[in-house]
């Protein structure tokens, strides 16, 4: 998957795009920030910081995980106000070489093998009642 974002998306595209690509991705989720605008990124919630552009050594790539779908829209919202405000087109891009999709099968909400049984992000909590006998 690669997603730029920048001013010339119309308003709330990034969102559905985002929504249609990452809906129903298992989170948390790898994937590669780039920054291209001659202005730092910040997405404090995923401990995001990516130097400018026009630094000469600084850090403009990196690998983020983001823990929820949540927390890649927040990231995702504030650098495409920032390219708007500012007129970037390309701002930053998104990239993930493998996206982990949940497999679905009969007995499950969304869970995945992995997480079957245990207490993970997708599972529910089981409650069992205990009935005395008399």
Do not use: W, Y
Not at 20 to 40: A, I, L, S, Y
Not at 46 to 68: A, C, Q, Y
Request: proline share 4%; glycine share 6%.
């Amino acid at each position: 998957m690669f997603f730029m974002i920048g001013s010339a998306l119309k308003k709330n595209e990034a969102l559905e795009t985002l929504k249609q690509e990452c809906g129903e991705f298992n989170f948390p989720q790898k994937m590669t920030v780039k920054n291209h605008m001659p202005r730092d990124i910040v997405g404090a919630a995923v401990n995001l910081f990516l130097d400018s552009n026009l630094k000469i050594n600084g850090i403009t790539e990196r690998e983020v995980e983001f823990p929820t779908f949540g927390h890649l829209m927040q990231v995702v919202t504030d650098i495409e106000l920032v390219a708007k405000m500012n007129g970037f087109e390309n701002a930053a891009s998104l990239s993930a070489k493998s996206l982990s999709i949940p497999e679905k099968t009969e007995d499950s909400d969304n869970t995945t093998e992995e997480n079957k049984g245990s207490r993970g992000r997708n599972s529910k909590p089981q409650i069992t009642k205990q009935v005395k006998e008399q």
